[in-house]
């Protein structure tokens, strides 16, 4: 009789949770409207720029959904707020709480971006721990800020309409705190762009020392996360969209580390310049992006020194932020991109 009642319990909990999942005030985030298709029971969540499907057992979401484009993504940003808190809007047994990443080790790890939002009330929202995952800490800073966010970001600029994003993770390498948030072993970005018809999807491990590999097809996502995402693209295609390796080949040709800091030089500074050869020279540096826009002869000179007294040959990447009537780049600036073994 007991697990008769624990069982009808069960079903009744599941019922309720997927009878909210229906996104009622926020289908205009989804491609046609149509939600995506899972056996994972959840709760819907609906903010202003993005969407949320939240795993009430995981404690983190299923997936989160944007519609991005051009103008958005140009516009002047908010400052980052950084200020994370609880979802009321869960039952307390459901929400991950700030303690629970306490000490833990592993990064309140965005799945829909802060650097997404183009206003003070989406940024703000955006620090929801229902939009957290815990997340390996070099991963999070490096390797998925630089080589996954940044490069969709990128796609969107130069995307002649709206884009749909999907972010979320997979698997249970454990959980952190005492409200048990399950920690994925795996996260994905799913890009679909409706102009084109074209769909891919990023696959990266959640661990520090994730490598980054070429771009999955929409299929192959599919099978990975049991989720049909409703998109009208070729399911029996195996081979992901060249649109979808251009970001790589940007960043680089080689398989990429996590882990990465930028130093940044306003002017020739030998001592700088000198700090970095040493750790090239003691092993701690895997590769070297000098990032410039204007000053072209000033990232000639740093990338020739490191070349000159190191066995280790930067690459050189032109990038031209573009013009906001509110926002002021350091034109000028060279930035180099150094990523840690």
């Given at each position: 009789m007991k697990f008769l009642r624990n069982l009808l319990a069960l079903v009744a909990v599941s019922a309720a949770c997927n009878a909210l999942a229906a996104f009622e005030e926020c289908k205009d985030l989804f491609p046609t409207q149509q939600i995506p298709v899972t056996s994972q029971v959840g709760r819907d969540l609906c903010f202003d720029s993005f969407a949320i499907y939240y795993s009430p057992r995981d404690k983190k979401p299923i997936y989160t959904v944007e519609k991005l484009n051009k103008e958005g993504l140009s516009a002047p940003h908010p400052r980052r707020t950084n200020q994370f808190y609880e979802e009321a809007r869960l039952p307390f047994s459901e929400r991950a709480l700030l303690s629970d990443y306490r000490g833990s080790g592993y990064d309140r790890g965005h799945n829909a971006p802060a650097g997404d939002m183009n206003n003070e009330r989406?940024?703000?929202?955006?620090?929801?721990?229902?939009?957290?995952?815990?997340?390996?800490?070099?991963n999070n800073q490096g390797i998925w800020a630089k080589n996954v966010e940044e490069p969709t970001r990128a796609y969107v600029k130069r995307a002649a309409g709206d884009v749909y994003v999907f972010t979320g993770s997979v698997g249970n390498s454990g959980s952190i705190g005492r409200g048990q948030v399950t920690i994925p072993s795996y996260l994905y970005k799913l890009v679909y762009d409706p102009n084109k018809n074209e769909a891919w999807a990023y696959w990266v491990?959640?661990?520090?020392?994730?490598r980054m590999s070429p771009p999955i097809s929409y299929s192959e996502l599919v099978q990975k996360t049991g989720i049909d995402f409703h998109l009208p693209v070729d399911r029996n295609s195996n081979k992901p969209s060249l649109i979808a390796s251009e970001p790589i080949k940007i960043k680089s040709q080689k398989q990429l580390l996590g882990g990465w800091y930028p130093v940044f030089f306003d002017e020739y500074v030998p001592s700088k310049l000198n700090d970095v050869i040493n750790n090239i020279k003691s092993g701690k540096v895997a590769s070297i992006q000098v990032q410039y826009d204007r000053n072209e002869a000033l990232a000639k000179q740093i990338a020739a020194q490191v070349e000159s007294q190191?066995?280790?040959?930067?690459s050189l990447t032109q990038s031209s932020p573009p013009e906001s009537s509110t926002a002021t780049y350091e034109r000028n600036r060279v930035t180099l991109i150094v990523r840690s073994k």
């Open positions: 989406s940024m703000a929202q955006s620090f929801s721990l229902a939009n957290m995952m815990p997340q390996a800490r070099q491990e959640n661990t520090n020392e994730a190191t066995k280790l040959q930067p």
